[in-house]
């Protein structure tokens, strides 16, 4: 079972919608990364959070440490949000080590 | 800031062949990391540098990957021998950091291996 365990793995929506992708761990984690990579591999980093909420254009991220998950939410959706999301844990020992998950692959269509 | 290159961006190679790849960073950053990805999973951690040494290996480098980042700067991931399970993205990135704290992640657009 892999450590980092996100949810849905696929996920289509309609050009405007309201997107939300879950991100729970079992590791201890001093962070928590929220990646971005689109088809031909670059991963871009969105977030890295550790408590709270962070805001960035349309796109929001929150962290419940106590129930250890995250979420993704993507306001007003596009087509040009669609790529591959993956959340990676800092692991509790370390400042520099993650655990990635599989990914949630988003398609929006117009 | 040009961010962090790498290169080659695809390499093809013939098993049993050794295949080389480099890793520019973000020149202020001290800390470097090599990932491998394979299709339809996230990275796995392979190893990491704070400036020229070498700090951690996964189990997952076997003794035909070596990893060099000899002047703090570039680094190089090399394999030994090819096999096609080696077939791969291998991403590579950096962060500055120090004691407690660790910058955002920054990748590079990764190198994908193909053994034949």
Sequence with gaps: ?110 | DTGVSQDPRHKITKRGQNVTFRCDPISEHNRLYWYRQTLGQGPEFLTYFQNEAQLEKSRLLSDRFSAERPKGSFSTLEIQRTEQGDSAMYLCASSRGGGTYNSPLHFGNGTRLTVT
């Design chain 1, 1 to 110: 079972k892999n450590e980092v365990e996100q949810s849905p793995q696929n996920l289509t929506a309609q050009e405007g919608e309201f997107i939300t992708i879950n991100c729970s761990y079992s590791v201890g984690i001093s962070a928590l990364h929220w990646l971005q990579q689109h088809p031909g591999g670059g991963i871009v980093s969105l977030f890295m959070l550790s408590s709270g909420k962070k805001k960035h254009g349309r796109l929001i991220a929150t962290i419940n440490i106590q129930e250890k998950h995250s979420s993704l939410h993507i306001t007003a959706s596009h087509p040009r949000d669609s790529a591959v999301y993956i959340c990676a844990a800092v692991s509790g020992g370390s400042n520099y080590k993650l655990t990635f998950g599989k990914g949630t692959l988003l398609t929006v269509n117009p």
